[in-house]
């Protein structure tokens, strides 16, 4: 099983709105990733969690707060945010050398 | 210099065609090298992932991995309207980030 889960596959969200991201894997892996992806762009990294600690926060503006409840679940929380974050948000997770993607939430801010 | 240069393409075949794609990359101790395919709105999948020199079949594809001139290459056989997608490479040195190329954009066309 190589799945890795996100909710919701869609948000349309204000700027003045709260919501959070959810991403799942049940393979045992101890990193997990959050990327951005804007169209015709390849991802961009935006955190790293390894063994349930922040590693990597790649200079993200602090209206988006990740947060890892456990090996198995990574959230990214949002608040506050922009039109142009608008983008599809992919959660990965790896093992060894091998990065899985789950699905992406396409987020809209209006 | 960018990391991981690819062309953008589109490159478009012919169905049944063999389809050629290529990456080079800058970092001389990248260890590990992916393809990923990535449909229209959806998010990546991986599909050859290739660690030494050589080539490694898996099906239609076949990766190739020159680590002297700093170069990898996804060959797919008997091209399919099925895989017109945008093809990413991935580049990773041992406990570093995963790094993405740009992505190219193959057609195969009927």
């Known amino acids: 099983d190589t799945e890795v889960t996100q909710t919701p596959k869609h948000l349309v969200m204000g700027m003045t709105n709260k919501k959070s991201l959810k991403c799942e894997q049940h393979m045992g892996h101890r990193a997990m990733y959050w990327y951005k992806q804007k169209a015709k762009k390849p991802p961009e990294l935006m955190f790293v969690y390894s063994y349930e600690k922040l590693s990597i926060n790649e200079s993200v503006p602090s209206r988006f707060s990740p947060e890892c409840p456990n090996s198995s679940l990574l959230n990214l929380h949002l608040h506050a945010l922009q039109p142009e974050d608008s983008a599809l948000y992919l959660c990965a997770s790896s093992q060894e050398n091998t990065q899985y993607f789950g699905p992406g939430t396409r987020l809209t801010v209006l | 210099q960018k990391e991981v240069e690819q062309n953008s393409g589109p490159l478009s075949v012919p169905e049944g065609a063999i389809a050629s794609l290529n990456c080079t990359y800058s970092?001389?101790?990248?260890?590990?090298f992916f393809w990923y395919r990535q449909y229209s709105g959806k998010s990546p999948e991986l599909i050859m992932s290739?660690?030494?020199?050589g080539d490694k079949e898996d099906g239609r594809f076949t990766a190739q991995l020159n680590k002297a001139s700093q170069y990898v290459s996804l060959l797919i056989r008997d091209s399919q309207p099925s895989d017109s997608a945008t093809y990413l490479c991935a580049v990773r040195r041992y406990g570093q980030n995963f790094v993405f190329g740009p992505g190219t954009r193959l057609s195969v066309l009927p």
């Open positions: 290739i660690y030494s020199n």
């Open positions: 970092d001389r101790v990248s260890q590990s």
